[in-house]
C-alpha cells in the first residue's frame, strides 16, 4: 500500500454537488454565451453549458467545471477560498472611489484661436477677456481641489485654448505647489492644448513643472485641416511642429494626443493610424463624437450614426491587430481600458467607462466664471443652456458641492449595477454609468439603454473584443499586453 | 556533488577543551590570536598552528593515540572529500558520533539552513523527505550559525521540512539575521498554511528585516491537485490565505511552482489564476524536477520529459510576462528549454548538487546553463545536447 493517496481521494468532495457564486451571462453570437462575475472575470460557454451550469449538472471532470471554479463562478465543498479571492478583487475594482476625486479642471478661458466647427465646448473669439478666468476664482477652486482627500490630485488646464490665458496656468501652478508643499500629495499637472500657440517660454516652463501636453491630431493635413480651422489653414502643420517640440524639451513620452471621428474620417481610418504610427505615437484613441456644444448646433454629430463609427472602430482596430502580429507595437486605448477591467484585477480609471458614473466622484471642473461642474461634458451641456450639472460655484463650501443632490440623484439613479438592463447584463462589469450624456440625448439619468447609443456602441466593442480573443490565442495575448499597460 | 556530512569520525579533546559545536573556519596559520580561540583551523598537512579551538586535519590518518593535541583544543580527522573546505565557512561538530556537517560555505552560490525535517504536507516529489522527529536542538544551532556567518554574504536560505513548524522561534531566527546578517537577503522556503494566521504572518513583518522574502509553492489553480500533489487536504486554502495575509502586511512572497506531470498541463490557467487572484506577489518561479527524495517513488507519476511541457510553460510564463508579474525558469537545462523562456532561465541550482552530462561536453552555452541536479542521473531529458554557440542576432 502506497504512503500516498491518489488524486481520486482529493476530488471525492466534489461530488456533493457545488454552489453557483454571482456571475451574469448575456449571448454573444450565436449559440455562445459571456459569462462574467462580478470581479470582471468572463468565460465564454455554449448555450448547453450554461443551462448545465445553472441546473447544478456539470459534471466536476469538465473542463467546463474546472474553468468555471478557477476563474470563481462557482464553489465545490474542497474548497471556499474564492469568496476571500472575490472580497479581494472587488475591493481592488472599487479602491479608486475611496479615494475621491483625483482630476480636477480648470477652464482657464474659453477663448479659442481655432473654429473647429465640432466644438464641443462652444469656444469663443479669441478677444474676449470676459472668458477669462479670474486669480480670485483659481485661488478659491485651488481651496476645493486641495480638500479633495485624493492621494493623487491631476490638475488639467481646459479651454478654449488654455494657453492663450498662460499667466492663469502659471498662477494656478504656483498655486498648487504652494499648497502642496503642505498637503503633500502626488500632483501632476495637464494642459490640453491645440499646440498652435505654444512659446519657448511655455515649454521651458512647462519643463520645469513637469506639465503634460494634450493634443488633438485628427489625422493627415487635409483631414485634420478640414475639421480643425484657423487662420491660416495651418493647424496641422502647427500640431506636428508643436508635438516635436514638446518632445525635444519636455521628453519623448510628454505629450500625447487624441482623435475625433466626424463624418469625413470614416473612410480614413487606415491613414488616420498612419499618421500617430508615422509621428511616433504608440497608441491612438479612436474616439467618436459627443453631442454637446458646436457639434450639435453644425450638426456634425449627426452626421454619422452609431453603426457607421462602429465599423470605423473595428476596421481601425482590425488594422492595428494587424501591426501587432507584424511586431509593430501600437494600442487603440479604448480597447486598452476595456481589456484592463476584462482580463487584470484592477480598475481603470476612465472617464467614460466608469461606474458609479465619474461626475463629481472622479471629477470636478472649475470653469472660467467661477461656476464648478459634475465633468467636462457637465460645462459642455451648460454652454448650451442647460445648468442641470452645475452644482454649483467655486464660492460654495466643499461639502455643498459634493452632498449637492444635483449630484448624488444623478450617481445613484445611474448606478449601472442597479441600472434597469444593466444590472442583468454580462458586460456591466466593463461598462459604465453617464448620466450626463443620456440626460442630454434621452432626458433621463439612467437613459433607455435599448435606444441608447452609448449601451448599443459599448455593446458591441465588448462584443467585438471578446470574440476577437477568443478566436485567435495570438489576438489574445495582444490583448494582455494592452491590458497590461 | 560535495561532500556536506559525514559521521563516525576520529575526534581527540584536549584535557581542558570547550570544543565548542558550531564553529567558524580558517585556513590562515597566521590569523590573530584572539579569533583562533572560536575557530577551527583547516590543516592540509597535518599542521596546527597553536591557539585554534578545533583542527580539522584534513586527508591526516586518525591514529587511535594521534596528533598531540593542545589541552583547550580539539580534533577532528576528515578524509579528502572534506578538502573544499575553506575561510568562513561554518561546520558543526557532534562530539557524540564523530559527526560533522557544513552549514555555511561561503564560497557557494546559495546557503540554506535547514530548520527542521518535521513537515505537515506531504509531498509527491518532495526532496527532503519529511521526518517526524523531534528535531527542536537545530534551532539553537542556527542561532548559533548566523552570527558566525561573512556579512557580505548576498543571500541565505531556510528550508526544512517545513520551517513555519518552529512556530515563534521562526521569528527569534529571522530577527537573528536582521540583527547579525542586515545587508543579506533571507529566503524562507516554506507551504505557507500557518500564515492563515494573520498574527503569525503580522509578526514578520514587525521584525522589519529588509530583505525577507517566503517562496510559497502553488501548484495548481485547483484546489483539489493542489491538494493532491501536497497530500494534504485543505493545503490550497490555508496556502493562498497565507499569502494574502503576508502580502496585507507587506512581507515579500515568491510562488513556486514544482512543473512535472501532474502540473503541466494547466500551467497557463495556473498563470492566469496567479495574475488575477495574486498579481501582487513579487515573483513566480517554474522550477524542474529534482530527482531525488519521493520523486524516486512516485517517478512513473511525476516524470514528463520537459521537451514535451515546453508548449504550457512558454504560455504560462508569457502570460505573467505580460501580467507585469517577475516571472523566472529554475533548474532547466537550456538544450531543452525553448528559445524564448532563456530571457527567464536562471543557474538555480546549488553548487554543492549542481552538475552536467557526459552530453554536455562542448556545449558553448554552458556556462548560462542551470546544468542538473546530482540526483538527474536518475533520469534525465533524452534531448539533451550540445549547443553551438547561440547566434544573437541574424
Not at chain 1, 469656444?123 to 480638500?147: G, H, W
Not at chain 1, 496656468?169 to 505647489?177: P, R, W
Amino acid at each position: 500500500m502506497s504512503r500516498f493517496k491518489p488524486l481520486a481521494d482529493y476530488q471525492s468532495p466534489l461530488g456533493n454537488g457545488y454552489q453557483l457564486l454571482p456571475f451574469r451571462f448575456t449571448a454573444l453570437d450565436g449559440d455562445r454565451y459571456v459569462l462574467s462575475n462580478m470581479t470582471g472575470e468572463y468565460h465564454v460557454a455554449s448555450r448547453p453549458t450554461v443551462e448545465q451550469l445553472t441546473k447544478h449538472q456539470l459534471p466536476p471532470s469538465s473542463d467546463q467545471y474546472r474553468s468555471l471554479k478557477s476563474k470563481h463562478f462557482l464553489l465545490d465543498d474542497d474548497s471556499n477560498v474564492a469568496i476571500d479571492l472575490l472580497a479581494l478583487k472587488v475591493r481592488t475594482k472599487l479602491e479608486r472611489l475611496s479615494n475621491f476625486t483625483g482630476l480636477h479642471l480648470f477652464v482657464v478661458t474659453l477663448r479659442c484661436e481655432h473654429s473647429c466647427p465640432y466644438c464641443q465646448v462652444s469656444r469663443q473669439n479669441d478677444d474676449k477677456s470676459d472668458f477669462d478666468m479670474t486669480p480670485e476664482v483659481a485661488d478659491k477652486a485651488l481651496d476645493l481641489v486641495f480638500r479633495s482627500p485624493s492621494p493623487n490630485i491631476k490638475i488639467e488646464f481646459q479651454g478654449g485654448e488654455p494657453m492663450l490665458n498662460f499667466p492663469m496656468i502659471q498662477h494656478i501652478v504656483e498655486g498648487a505647489l504652494a499648497r502642496n508643499a503642505v498637503a503633500k500629495r502626488n500632483l501632476g499637472f495637464v494642459i490640453a492644448t491645440n499646440l498652435a500657440v505654444v512659446t519657448d517660454e511655455i515649454l521651458a516652463y512647462c519643463e520645469k513643472h513637469f506639465i503634460h501636453i494634450s493634443t488633438s491630431l485628427d489625422g493627415p493635413a487635409d483631414l485634420h485641416n478640414r475639421n480643425r480651422p484657423r487662420p491660416g489653414g495651418d493647424s496641422h502643420q502647427r500640431a506636428v511642429l508643436g508635438i516635436k517640440r514638446v518632445r525635444d524639451v519636455l521628453g519623448r513620452d510628454q505629450v500625447s494626443a487624441v482623435m475625433t471621428t466626424t463624418a469625413a474620417s470614416l473612410e480614413r481610418v487606415r491613414d488616420i493610424i498612419d499618421e500617430y504610427i508615422a509621428l511616433d505615437f504608440h497608441g491612438i484613441f479612436l474616439r467618436p463624437l459627443s453631442p454637446y456644444g458646436f457639434a450639435v448646433k453644425t450638426k456634425w454629430f449627426a452626421a454619422y450614426d452609431r453603426s457607421s463609427w462602429l465599423k470605423f472602430y473595428f476596421d481601425g482596430l482590425d488594422y492595428i491587430i494587424e501591426l501587432n502580429k507584424r511586431g509593430v507595437r501600437f494600442t487603440e486605448f479604448l480597447a486598452s481600458t476595456i481589456l484592463s477591467k476584462m482580463l487584470t484585477p484592477f480598475q481603470p480609471g476612465f472617464v467614460d467607462l466608469m461606474s458609479p458614473a465619474v461626475i463629481g466622484l472622479g471629477a470636478l471642473v472649475y470653469n472660467y466664471d467661477g461656476s464648478v461642474y459634475a465633468s467636462d461634458e457637465s460645462r459642455m451641456l451648460a454652454e448650451m443652456g442647460d445648468q442641470t450639472f452645475r452644482l454649483g460655484t467655486v464660492d460654495d463650501a466643499y461639502e455643498e458641492l459634493l452632498l449637492s443632490d444635483k449630484l448624488l440623484d444623478p450617481l445613484e439613479q445611474s448606478f449601472a449595477a442597479s441600472a434597469p438592463m444593466c444590472s442583468t447584463c454580462a458586460f456591466e462589469p466593463y461598462c459604465g454609468a453617464d448620466p450626463v450624456y443620456h440626460h442630454a440625448m434621452q432626458r433621463d439619468f439612467v437613459g433607455h439603454k435599448p435606444t441608447s447609443d452609448f449601451c448599443h456602441r459599448n455593446m458591441a466593442i465588448f462584443r467585438g473584443l471578446i470574440s476577437r480573443m477568443e478566436a485567435d490565442p495570438e489576438i489574445r495575448q495582444i490583448f494582455l499586453t494592452w491590458a497590461n499597460r | 556533488m560535495l561532500t556536506r556530512r559525514g559521521t563516525g569520525l576520529t575526534i581527540v579533546k584536549g584535557s581542558n577543551a570547550t570544543a565548542p559545536r558550531i564553529l567558524r573556519l580558517s585556513g590562515d596559520a597566521d590569523r590573530p590570536m584572539p579569533l583562533r580561540k572560536r575557530e577551527g583551523y583547516i590543516s592540509r598537512r597535518g599542521e596546527m598552528p597553536a591557539g585554534f579551538a578545533w583542527y580539522l586535519l584534513i586527508g591526516q590518518s586518525g591514529e587511535p593515540d594521534g596528533p598531540a593535541v593542545a589541552a583547550e583544543s580539539a580534533a577532528i580527522f576528515l578524509p579528502e572529500e572534506f578538502a573544499h573546505l575553506g575561510d568562513g565557512d561554518v561546520v558543526r561538530i557532534a562530539e557524540g558520533r564523530g559527526g560533522i556537517s557544513v552549514l555555511f560555505q561561503k564560497a557557494a552560490r546559495h546557503n540554506s539552513f535547514l530548520l527542521t525535517e518535521r513537515c505537515n504536507n506531504y509531498c509527491l516529489m518532495c526532496s527532503q523527505p519529511p521526518r517526524n522527529v523531534d528535531d527542536s536542538w537545530i534551532y539553537d544551532d542556527i542561532m548559533a550559525a548566523i552570527p558566525l556567518v561573512d556579512t557580505g554574504t548576498p543571500e541565505i536560505g531556510f528550508t526544512g521540512g517545513e520551517p513555519t513548524l518552529l512556530g515563534e522561534r521562526l521569528g527569534k531566527l529571522v530577527h537573528q539575521c536582521k540583527s547579525y546578517l542586515p545587508r543579506t537577503g533571507l529566503h524562507v522556503l516554506t507551504n505557507g498554511r500557518a500564515f492563515v494566521d494573520a498574527n503569525f504572518a503580522r509578526g514578520f513583518a514587525d521584525i522589519g528585516h529588509r530583505d525577507l522574502m517566503f517562496g510559497i509553492p502553488v501548484y495548481s489553480d485547483l484546489s483539489e491537485v493542489h491538494d493532491y500533489v501536497v497530500q494534504a487536504d485543505g493545503a490550497f486554502d490555508e496556502t493562498i490565505r497565507g499569502i494574502l495575509n503576508l502580502k496585507r502586511f507587506g512581507v515579500m512572497v515568491e510562488i513556486r511552482v514544482v512543473v512535472h506531470k501532474q502540473t503541466y498541463d494547466r500551467l497557463p490557467d495556473l498563470a492566469r489564476f496567479i495574475a488575477r487572484n495574486l498579481t501582487f506577489v513579487d515573483q513566480v518561479v517554474f522550477m524542474g524536477l529534482e530527482m531525488t527524495g519521493f520523486t524516486k517513488a512516485n517517478l512513473e507519476d511525476l516524470w514528463i520529459d520537459p521537451v514535451a511541457y515546453q508548449p504550457q510553460l512558454v504560455e504560462a510564463v508569457s502570460y505573467l510576462e505580460r501580467s507585469r508579474v517577475k516571472v523566472s525558469v529554475y533548474n532547466h537545462q537550456l538544450c531543452i528549454t525553448d528559445k524564448r523562456l532563456w530571457p527567464y532561465a536562471k543557474r538555480s541550482i546549488s553548487d554543492w548538487k549542481n552538475e552536467y552530462m557526459p552530453e554536455c561536453e562542448g556545449c558553448a552555452v554552458r556556462q548560462e546553463c542551470a546544468g542538473f541536479f546530482s540526483s538527474a542521473r536518475l533520469r534525465y531529458s533524452a534531448h539533451i545536447r550540445p549547443m553551438q554557440a547561440v547566434p544573437e542576432r541574424a
